[in-house]
């Protein structure tokens, strides 16, 4: 399964699991170098404050008023999402790394 966004900067390799591997590897390690600069800084702190004010509003939130509710919801789980993406591209390159030390 090739993930979206990964390039074919990775060695050549006829062993196509090998190959993907690599590239699982090569974009987790991508995904982590973009966490660590500024842009990718910014966003994930962005994401936070986002769900951080989400939830103070939905605290506040009248129970009766589900649409509300359902709104505030949504914007969580966007903001969670791009955190959980980001995290998934980085746990994964470590495990396809795992598993090319063990094998």
């Not at 090998?18 to 500024?38: H, K, N, P, Y």
Request: charged fraction near 25%; include cysteine; aromatic fraction near 6%.
């Amino acid at each position: 399964m090739r993930q979206r966004g990964m390039c074919d900067s990775t060695p050549m390799n006829d062993d196509p699991d090998i190959r993907q591997t690599a590239e699982i590897i090569d974009f987790g390690q991508q995904v982590e170098t973009f966490l660590q600069s500024s842009l990718g800084r910014y966003l994930i702190g962005r994401a936070e404050d986002d769900i951080e004010q989400a939830v103070e509003q939905l605290k506040r939130a009248n129970p009766d008023h589900a649409a509300l509710i359902r709104t505030i919801q949504n914007q969580i789980h966007v903001a969670e999402n791009i955190q959980y993406w980001l995290a998934e591209a980085v746990t994964a390159g470590y495990n396809a790394q795992r598993e090319i030390l063990l094998n």
